[in-house]
């Protein structure tokens, strides 16, 4: 026997707060007056629910009609749901206070197979509410039951009794195939688990939205915290900061180094290990070095601030802006004194921290990289970081040289207690030398247009990249996709 329980949210939720930003623009269209009904589609544990209960709360009242779980279930997996509850902004309409001379399970069942007696308990419930979403969670445990005429008959019977209240429904199935309810429906959407390096992806496809244009037709999203939360194409994070402010560091730890940011902190279990390289492959659908820079940048910026230095070996035309955005949030003097930037071409300006590198020979060039860091720590004595781009130092040395001279750093850093950081691009020559010598092995993709990141060498879960400019300088923030 399946349960079924109703419940009403009133139409104000104010101590609820619905989505924000992407996640709210995006799902924004269901909303709009063209679309009085959609439906939601997903395998079980696709985030259905979640979902629903998102545009629930940014609906701001609603129906729930729950044909598969309990209350307690629901209360505890939905915390969307568990706040309304504790805020007394749902209310038991169940079938046994609808109708209590008759046993809660034994009328579900009869209910689902009378289209009548359905209608009547759904309109009783739409009366409770003004101009509520409802959500049919799952409404295959309802169609199911019944035949096709039967079944298109109670769906538009629901749609008329939404529209003539001005209500909107959602229909949750678990059922891959086009049914009746695709066809009659405004909106479709279809929730999906995917895998992607070895790790799961929730992928969310616009099939239809009527009054509206399907800009990007998919999505990934995560449920983390319980939450749906849309993640944005990686064109969208690349937001200049309105007011440049004076940087505030992260402090290192004993064993550990501050990455600047907390979020990256954590991917690394407490910050960057001291004596140790860590690889950046930026994968097959990420080959832009514009997803790297910002990580740099913020690392830099931390490890001068906290007293240390910085020597960045960069992709080519990106010295410029790495050279900006620190003198924009740190003083003059600490990045002209310890911050450094080489190439094989002639610097832009010879008065910056700027330096070229001997073309004709990664020995030289390598000795005059060991040789500034030496100079520039000198003041100090506090560590540096080294940023490398091996591709460049590929593109300029042979394939042994070049792994010649990224075996040297790392046999600088090994007995030190600095910190390398180097980056190869998808299908470099290199990569297979490198991750070899690399303590960590990270890996930047795009997936949908977002970017994303895990750990390959230690093996970790999947996260989505973004920079929050919000404190008036760039900050990494990473969202677990789960």
Not at 328 to 342: A, M, Q, T
Not at 347 to 364: A, I, K, L, N, Y
Not at 370 to 381: E, F, N, T, V
Not at 453 to 468: G, W
Request: with cysteine; aromatic share 8%.
């Amino acid at each position: 026997m399946q349960s079924t329980s109703l419940r009403t949210a009133s139409s104000t939720l104010e101590e609820v707060k619905p989505a924000s930003g992407y996640t709210a623009d995006l799902l924004a269209p269901l909303l709009k007056r063209e679309v009085g009904s959609i439906l939601i589609k997903g395998e079980p544990g696709a985030g259905k629910t979640t979902l629903a209960l998102e545009l629930l709360s940014m609906h701001g009242s609603g129906v729930y009609i729950s044909t598969r779980v309990s209350l307690e279930q629901l209360i505890s997996h939905q915390k969307e749901l568990s706040r309304l509850l504790k805020e007394g902004k749902i209310i038991d309409v169940s079938a046994d206070k609808l109708h209590p001379k008759k046993d809660n399970s034994q009328f579900l069942d009869s209910r689902f197979a009378d289209p009548k007696e359905f209608l009547k308990v759904l309109l009783d419930a739409i009366l409770k509410v003004q101009e509520p979403l409802i959500v049919l969670d799952s409404w295959d445990s309802i169609a199911n039951l019944t035949e096709r005429v039967e079944r298109l008959k109670i769906e538009q019977g629901i749609n008329f009794i939404a529209a003539g209240h001005k209500a909107k429904v959602i229909f949750l199935s678990e059922d891959p195939n086009m049914t009746t309810t695709d066809y009659l429906v405004d909106a479709v959407v279809t929730m999906r688990n995917e895998r992607f390096d070895g790790n799961r992806v929730r992928t969310i496809e616009w099939n239809k939205l009527r009054g509206s244009a399907i800009s990007l037709s998919t999505n990934i999203y995560t449920l983390a915290d319980g939450r749906f939360t849309a993640i944005p194409p990686s064109d969208i994070l690349r937001l200049p900061p309105t007011a440049a402010k004076p940087y505030s560091p992260l402090p290192h730890q004993e064993t550990q180094y501050s990455t600047g940011s907390a979020d990256l902190d954590n991917f690394f279990e407490g910050g960057l290990p001291k004596s140790r390289h860590i690889m950046f492959e930026l994968g097959r659908y990420s080959s832009s070095f514009e997803c790297f820079t910002p990580i740099t940048s913020t690392v830099s910026m931390n490890f001068i601030a906290n007293g240390g230095s910085a020597i960045l070996v960069p992709s080519s035309g990106s010295a410029g802006t790495q050279l900006k955005a620190l003198n924009s949030h740190l003083p003059s003097k600490d990045v002209r004194e310890r911050f450094r930037v080489g190439s094989f071409g002639k610097p832009v300006d010879s008065g910056s921290c700027q330096f070229e590198m001997d073309p004709c020979s990664w020995e030289s060039s390598c000795d005059m990289i060991l040789d500034i860091s030496q100079s520039i720590r000198a003041s100090s004595g506090n560590p540096c970081m080294y940023a490398i781009s091996a591709d460049v130092v590929n593109h300029v040395f042979d394939h042994s040289d070049a792994a010649r001279f990224m075996q040297r750093i790392v046999h600088k850093i090994r007995h030190s207690e600095d910190v390398l950081l180097s980056v190869v691009t998808f299908g470099s020559s290199l990569t297979n030398e490198l991750g070899g010598m690399a303590d960590i092995y990270v890996r930047f993709e795009q997936v949908e247009g977002a970017l994303v990141i895990h750990s390959v060498k230690p093996r970790s879960q999947l996260y989505s990249v973004s920079n929050d400019f919000s404190k008036g300088y760039l900050e990494t923030r990473l969202t677990s996709l789960v």
